[in-house]
């Protein structure tokens, strides 16, 4: 499979690729986006895409159509124990290439070029405009990541672990492989103890470190390559940046118990004052923004870090919160509910068959169970935050629709069967807890909390509660009046928001025992929403968001959570907020240089260009730019700034 997947890339690659032009450049002053590429490439493109007939495109998605069933079919042969998979790693692909149709390799070598010239823009360009307008490294930067960002390697020598011994499991080609041909060793690995939280006994796995921890996911799928090379360009390196890769599978505390994570953290960075003479600038990106303000809290604590009051002010000069999910996200709930999410209710019937019999939801609910730290971003504010039974504060349509029930069930086909309640947020979680196995829902109760303080008092009261201390509704920002905060977000693309659920068994309780009684309901599908209406795809309802993350999470704290409502930010931190729109190119799988999406938004060049300016000390030139109407649906959050 490495070889077919080497030979076909040098096959698609074989014309060079002409350099590319760029129509503009940034204009920081006027926040214009960099636009990379070029009106001809672009015409060239669609010259290509329309002049092929549509029997060369219909034989072209034929033969690759065919291609993927047969590797489906000789792993379902596998099962059957016809053939084996293994035997494909030393196949000879000479003569695969050379039965394949002239026009089709034609076809396909064509439209990669013309695709690659016109979304492969210099990686390079935000830094060298950047230095030729002075900007140059200041502070010392350090990168959290997200979930998927982190790599995490074996370093298992057990007998039946050394073949994967420093290999990723997750992160790499190697994690697929596993999957397909090693499913147990690969699930024995990834999933944590389910009583401790911790390694299971001849298991482990850790977070790679370095910058290829966070550079690419896989190869060819970047992660923060572009940041990096930014960076660089500006005159970082080893010395003055560095990336604090986390195991995201667990939970906080158990970050600390197992890997000192946060007193490396705290290490890194009070190191890189003393040798630099400069407070450093922390960027964040998704889970990473949960991580890092849960690690001020913690790096301050007399009984844990041990910094005291004064540690964040003296050792941080900002904090870039890029995508951070401060108050969750929503897909997280049928992730370990029933092991569903867009991607696989999406998903046409045989593709469901085919993911069933390799990987159930029950498995997949198993799996994402024992890694409880993605449990941390379960939605937190409860109704305040996401709304009741008729009403919720980013509802935007007529009709009467309204995002408050969270998971809507219609009434059964069976009537002997009576209809389940619709669940709003806080009755989905606590459905979720009630149902799922003991050893999960104590261990998310033990570790997370998702309501909100509506006092002053009950905040101070939560310093001294580290449960707390993920959730910005319940526990304050340091005292750090020369601390700034830059919220960082995409917006404008379609985001789970709610879901249609149906039941498949009321006589038992399954979840008790390892099954799942209830799914996303698939047969809810609309076309193009009727005016006043939601999208619904496969029983998923959208809203609005970066394609993974809400509005309402990536939002509501930066716009006014800690602006307006003083007990979560009583030393009076500055909180800068710049929106960017989803505007993605149209021939580009990654969105180009303007894409909003959740993790495309890495290489976006404004962001980019946002980075590097609070790196290199003009971060306070940076001005709020609103564009969604994250202010109208603020103001509709029912949490109050005096509460009694």
């Known amino acids: 499979?490495?070889?077919?997947?080497?030979?076909?890339?040098?096959?698609?690659?074989?014309?060079?690729?002409?350099?590319?032009?760029?129509?503009s450049t940034p204009d920081p002053d006027h926040g214009d986006e960099v636009k990379l590429i070029s009106k001809a490439k672009l015409e060239k493109l669609e010259e290509i895409t329309?002049?092929?007939?549509?029997?060369?495109?219909?034989?072209?998605?034929?033969?690759?159509?065919?291609?993927?069933?047969?590797?489906?079919?000789?792993?379902?042969?596998?099962?059957?124990?016809?053939?084996?998979?293994?035997?494909?790693?030393?196949?000879?692909?000479?003569?695969?290439?050379?039965?394949i149709p002239a026009g089709i390799v034609k076809d396909v070598k064509d439209l990669s070029k013309a695709e690659r010239d016109a979304v492969n823009y210099d990686s390079f360009s935000v830094g060298l405009y950047l230095q030729a307008q002075g900007v140059k490294a200041h502070h010392p930067v350090i990168m959290i990541p997200g979930v998927i960002s982190t790599g995490l390697e074996s370093w298992s020598t057990t007998e039946e672990a050394r073949g994967y011994f420093r290999k990723r499991l997750w992160g790499s080609w190697s994690m697929m492989r596993a999957l397909v041909l090693d499913q147990a060793q690969?699930?024995?690995?990834?999933?944590?103890?389910?009583?401790?939280?911790?390694?299971?006994?001849?298991?482990?796995?850790?977070?790679?470190?370095?910058?290829?921890?966070?550079?690419?996911?896989?190869t060819g799928y970047w992660i923060w390559n572009k940041i990096l090379e930014n960076l660089a360009t500006i005159g970082y390196d080893p010395t003055n940046a560095f990336t604090a890769a986390y195991d995201w599978r667990l939970t906080y505390?158990?970050?600390?118990?197992?890997?000192?994570?946060?007193?490396?953290?705290?290490?890194?960075?009070?190191v890189a004052k003393k040798t630099s003479g400069k407070k450093s600038v922390l960027i964040s990106h998704s889970m990473g923004g949960q991580v890092l303000f849960y690690f001020m809290k913690w790096a301050e604590h007399n009984d844990y870090g041990g910094g005291?009051?004064?540690?964040?002010?003296?050792?941080?000069?900002?904090?870039?919160?890029?995508?951070?999910?401060?108050?969750?996200?929503?897909?997280?709930?049928?992730?370990?509910?029933?092991?569903?999410m867009k991607d696989t209710a999406q998903l046409n019937a045989f593709a469901v068959y085919g993911l069933e019999k390799f990987l159930s939801k029950e498995d997949r609910a198993e799996i994402f169970r024992a890694m409880p730290g993605l449990s941390s971003m379960l939605p937190k504010g409860g109704e305040a935050v996401w709304g009741n039974a008729t009403w919720a504060p980013d509802d935007l349509y007529a009709n009467n629709f309204t995002y408050g029930p969270f998971i809507s069930f219609k009434?059964?086909?069976?009537?002997?069967?009576?209809?389940?309640?619709?669940?709003?947020?806080?009755?989905?979680?606590?459905?979720?807890?009630?149902?799922?196995?003991d050893w999960y829902s104590d261990m998310i109760r033990s570790s997370f909390s998702h309501g909100v303080a509506h006092t002053t008092a009950e905040v101070e009261a939560n310093e001294d509660k580290p449960t707390t201390w993920l959730n910005p509704l319940e526990a304050r920002l340091p005292l750090a009046p020369s601390l700034k905060i830059y919220c960082f977000y995409g917006f404008g693309k379609p985001t789970e928001r709610a879901y249609f659920y149906k039941e498949t068994n009321r006589i038992t309780h399954p979840l008790k025992n390892r099954r799942t009684n209830i799914s996303i309901d698939t047969s809810f599908i609309t076309g193009p929403p009727p005016f006043g209406t939601p999208e619904v795809d496969h029983g998923v309802i959208f809203g609005e968001g970066d394609g993974t993350v809400n509005l309402l999470s990536t939002g509501y704290m930066c716009s006014k959570g800690w602006?307006?409502?003083?007990?979560?930010?009583?030393?009076?931190?500055?909180?800068?907020?710049?929106?960017?729109?989803?505007?993605?190119?149209?021939?580009?799988?990654?969105g180009g240089?303007?894409?909003?999406?959740?993790?495309?938004?890495?290489?976006?060049?404004?962001?980019?260009?946002?980075?590097?300016?609070?790196?290199?000390?003009?971060?306070?030139?940076?001005?709020?730019?609103?564009?969604?109407?994250?202010?109208?649906?603020?103001?509709?959050?029912?949490?109050?700034?005096?509460?009694?």
């Open 1 to 23: 499979m490495a070889e077919l997947r080497r030979r076909l890339g040098r096959m698609f690659e074989d014309a060079p690729s002409p350099s590319i032009s760029r129509e």
């Open 50 to 99: 329309k002049t092929k007939g549509s029997k060369k495109r219909y034989t072209l998605w034929f033969f690759l159509g065919g291609l993927l069933g047969l590797f489906i079919a000789l792993y379902l042969a596998q099962q059957q124990e016809v053939i084996k998979l293994e035997g494909l790693l030393d196949v000879n692909l000479d003569s695969l290439m050379d039965i």
């Open 186 to 218: 690969w699930k024995k690995h990834i999933m944590l103890d389910k009583k401790t939280g911790l390694d299971p006994p001849g298991v482990k796995l850790r977070a790679a470190q370095g910058f290829d921890a966070a550079d690419f996911f896989i």
């Open 253 to 270: 505390m158990n970050l600390e118990v197992r890997d000192q994570y946060f007193t490396r953290l705290k290490s890194y960075i009070e």
């Open 308 to 340: 005291g009051p004064n540690w964040v002010e003296d050792n941080i000069d900002s904090w870039i919160n890029v995508s951070g999910c401060m108050l969750g996200a929503v897909k997280d709930i049928p992730a370990v509910l029933s092991g569903e």
């Open 411 to 437: 009434p059964p086909q069976n009537t002997t069967l009576t209809p389940h309640k619709n669940l709003t947020m806080t009755e989905s979680l606590d459905y979720l807890l009630d149902t799922s196995e």
């Open 563 to 590: 602006r307006n409502i003083t007990r979560y930010n009583p030393g009076g931190v500055k909180i800068t907020t710049y929106e960017m729109p989803h505007e993605p190119d149209r021939f580009s799988p990654r």
């Open 593 to 644: 240089p303007n894409t909003g999406d959740h993790v495309d938004i890495l290489g976006r060049s404004s962001l980019n260009d946002l980075i590097l300016r609070v790196a290199g000390g003009k971060g306070p030139d940076i001005q709020d730019n609103y564009q969604s109407r994250i202010w109208e649906v603020a103001e509709r959050v029912k949490i109050y700034n005096d509460e009694p």
